[in-house]
């Protein structure tokens, strides 16, 4: 997966990454130029917001819940997503189909 990090809670940075959400428009070469220059991720930032592969249970619930979840598409931006390190923007590269969100 890859991700866009704004390290911020307001309803503005939510607006903002709803306005980059449509402008990446699912272009993954878009979405690496936008992790590299806005995300806040210290791990993710420099590769463009991969954060690599990962289990279940690595990142925090509502970061998990979405990536984890077969009805999340391989592909497509996802977002934004609270977490208690601010808004997010995912994209899901790819999924161990077998891997699905256990609460």
Not at 1 to 28: P, V, Y
Not at 59 to 85: A, C, L
Request: aromatic share 8%.
């Amino acid at each position: 997966a890859r991700h866009i990090l704004i390290d911020d809670h307001s309803d503005e940075t939510k607006n903002r990454l709803e306005k980059m959400k449509a402008e990446i428009n699912n272009d993954k070469q878009k979405f690496a130029a936008c992790a590299k220059k806005y995300s806040k991720c210290p791990s993710g930032k420099a590769a463009g917001g991969s954060l690599g592969k990962f289990g279940q249970g690595s990142m925090v619930p509502p970061f998990d819940r979405v990536v984890f979840d077969p009805s999340t598409k391989i592909g497509e931006v996802v977002g934004p997503v609270h977490t208690n390190f601010g808004w997010h923007l995912i994209l899901i590269e790819e999924r161990d189909e077998l891997r699905h969100y256990k609460d």
